[in-house]
């Protein structure tokens, strides 16, 4: 059965895993360790599932419906929420375009951990409440990153929060969305596309040494 136990070992592994990787390669403040971490969690708890006979159904998001439910989802966060947040909050649209360059690289860290986690927690053998708790573990995983690296990534310590509202006011659309589609994926892969906007329009562009 799929449990949202089986994150701890990624959310404890992942830091530890990633203690010594050199990072600062991309020139958007933290977007590669961001990107690395969600990667390296997400391929670990897939690699979980799978050995606990629950592995990822992939082939399911390359119909047309769950593809359609992905870019609603996508596109509601990015457009819908995130012109909101530019208004009242913060820049969310990109204002150059090499920010947009950094899009696909955080994309394909991010994807990982978002299919991984939604069928962790929303698969017919999913608990109630483990949304929530893979969550936490999440926050626990990057948390446990700062400890360890705490010059290096002292940044991600003021996104934590922030990043903590992204995942509950996305979590509720993906899961209606997920739902409407018949399968969680495609919340996973709409998450995925929304947070990676949001990171590759707002986190600080730096020169890379």
Avoid at 3 to 25: D, H
Avoid at 50 to 71: K, T
Avoid at 87 to 92: E, N, P, S
Avoid at 167 to 189: H, N, T, V
Wanted: glycine share 8%; hydrophobic share 60%.
């Amino acid at each position: 059965a799929c449990q949202p136990v089986r994150s701890e070992i990624s959310a404890m592994l992942t830091p530890l895993l990633l203690w010594l990787v050199p990072i600062g390669g991309l020139p958007l403040l933290l977007g590669d360790y961001l990107a690395l971490h969600f990667a390296l969690y997400g391929v670990l708890t897939a690699l979980g599932l799978r050995f606990a006979g629950a592995p990822l159904p992939w082939r399911a998001l390359l119909r047309p419906r769950p593809l359609f439910a992905a870019a609603v989802i996508a596109g509601v966060g990015i457009l819908v929420l995130g012109l909101a947040i530019d208004r009242y909050v913060t820049a969310f649209v990109p204002t150059t375009s090499t920010r947009i360059l950094f899009l696909p690289v955080v994309l394909l860290g991010l994807v990982p951990f978002f299919l991984a986690d939604e069928w962790l927690t929303r698969g017919a053998a999913a608990p109630r409440g483990a949304y929530v708790l893979t969550k936490l573990l999440l926050l626990v995983s990057l948390a446990v990153a700062i400890v360890l690296r705490p010059q290096e990534l002292f940044f991600l310590a003021i996104i934590v929060p922030v990043m903590l509202l992204f995942l509950a006011a996305y979590g509720l659309i993906s899961r209606w969305a997920g739902q409407a589609a018949g399968q969680p994926l495609a919340s996973g892969l709409g998450n995925a596309v929304a947070l990676a906007w949001g990171i590759a329009a707002t986190f600080p562009v730096v020169a890379v040494p």
